[in-house]
C-alpha cells in the first residue's frame, strides 16, 4: 500500500463489505452513468478495503442527500481504476496509495486523469504483531530478532517456518521480496482478504496467541486489537524501486484523490465538492468502524458520521 507497492480492501454497493483486490471486469462493473453528459450523476470507484469504502460512503451521502445527485459505485481494483478512470468509466478515485508509473502515463503525459488533492489520511503499511506479545518479548519489534522468535508464529500453512500472515493475494505486496532478501524464515500466507485476515487476528487475539502480519493504517482493528510495528530496514526513497531487491520498510503515503480529467472540468458542483473533501484519519476510523465492526450499513455509517460533524462537511459544500 503505499509510493504504494502494497495494500489493502472492502467494496460497495450499495458498498457490500468484500476483500482482495481482484481483476475487475470493467466491461461488466462500469457505470452507464459515468461521465455522463448534463446528467446529475457521478460514479465513484470503491477499492476493496473499509476506509476507501468509508470514504465513499460519506461522499454519496452529502452528494445525494445535499447537492441532489444520483450516485453510482463501482468496486475496482486499484490499477484498473486508474484505467477506468482515464476512460471516463468511472468519475472519482478518493482514495489512491502511489501509483507512480500509472499516473505519470494518465495525469502527465495523457492528461485524461487530473490531480484532486490529498484526502487528509496518511497511509502505512508494515509488519505488525500483538502488543500482548511485546509485553513477553519486547525485542521481537526489531526484525533482526524474528528468525529467533519463527518456532512461535509456525503454523500447519507455514510448515517448519514462522508464518507471515498477508491478506489478499492479489495486494501489492513487497513481503515475499522482503523475507528473501532480509533472509528470514518465514513462509508469506495469504488469508485470502481482508475480513479473512482480522478473522484470523481477531481469534489469534482472543487466545493470545502469537502472530506476524501484514497490515496498514488507518485501519479501524486498532481499537480492537493493539498491535506493535515490527521496525524493518528504514525507507528511503527509491529503495523499492526494484520488486525483486526490495529490503526496506514500507513509506508512509498521503493518500490522494483523482478525477476524470472531463469531469473536474465539467462536474459542476460535484467536482467541486470531490476537490474539497478532506478529513482525517480519526474520521475515517470512526465510520469504517462502524461499517466493518459494528455493522451498521454505509449508508447509515455516513449518515451517523454526518449528523454528528456538521462542522466539517459544511465546509466541502461551500
Known amino acids: 500500500m503505499r509510493v504504494r507497492t502494497a ?38 470507484s470503491v477499492q476493496s478495503w473499509v476506509g476507501a469504502q468509508a470514504n465513499v460512503a460519506v461522499a454519496q451521502y452529502l452528494l445525494e442527500h445535499k447537492l441532489g445527485y444520483r450516485v453510482d459505485t463501482v468496486q475496482v481494483d486499484e490499477v484498473p481504476a ?42 502505512h503499511i508494515g509488519w505488525y504483531v500483538p502488543t500482548y506479545l511485546v509485553k513477553q518479548h519486547p525485542d521481537i519489534t526489531d526484525w533482526k530478532n524474528l528468525n529467533k522468535y519463527s518456532s512461535l508464529f509456525r503454523t500447519a500453512e507455514s510448515g517448519s517456518k514462522g508464518q507471515l500472515m498477508d491478506g489478499s493475494p492479489s495486494y501489492v505486496t513487497n513481503d515475499k521480496a522482503l523475507v528473501t532478501n532480509l533472509k528470514l524464515n518465514y513462509q508469506v500466507v495469504f488469508a485470502g482478504s481482508e475480513a479473512a485476515q482480522i478473522t484470523q487476528m481477531k481469534q489469534f487475539a482472543k487466545e493470545k496467541k502469537p502472530f506476524l ?18 521496525e524493518l530496514p528504514a525507507y528511503k526513497e527509491g529503495c523499492d524501486a526494484d520488486a525483486a531487491k526490495v529490503a526496506c520498510a514500507y513509506p508512509h503515503t498521503p493518500l490522494q484523490k483523482y478525477l476524470n480529467t472531463d469531469f473536474a472540468k465539467r462536474g459542476g ?27 451498521l450499513s454505509p449508508a447509515d455509517a455516513a449518515k451517523k458520521w454526518v449528523d454528528s460533524h456538521p462542522s466539517t462537511w459544511k465546509a466541502w459544500l461551500s
Open 82 to 123: 486508474w484505467d477506468a478512470l482515464s476512460q471516463g468509466r468511472v468519475d472519482a478515485i478518493l482514495e489512491d496509495w502511489g501509483h507512480p508509473d500509472q499516473e505519470k502515463r494518465y495525469v502527465d503525459d495523457k492528461k485524461t486523469i487530473t490531480r484532486a488533492g490529498g484526502l487528509g489520511v496518511t497511509g
Open 7 to 44: 495494500y489493502p480492501v472492502a467494496a460497495v454497493t450499495s458498498l457490500v463489505l468484500l476483500s482482495g483486490c481482484g481483476a475487475a471486469d470493467m466491461t461488466k462493473q462500469a457505470s452507464p452513468f459515468a461521465n455522463a453528459q448534463g446528467a446529475k450523476t457521478v460514479t465513484l
Open 269 to 295: 458542483k460535484a467536482a467541486a465538492f470531490l476537490k474539497k473533501f478532506k478529513w482525517t484519519t480519526e474520521d475515517q476510523n470512526e465510520v469504517s468502524l462502524m461499517i466493518a465492526d459494528q455493522k
Open 213 to 230: 502480519t501484514y497490515w496498514y493504517a488507518p485501519q479501524w482493528l486498532f481499537k480492537k486489537v493493539p498491535m506493535t510495528e515490527v
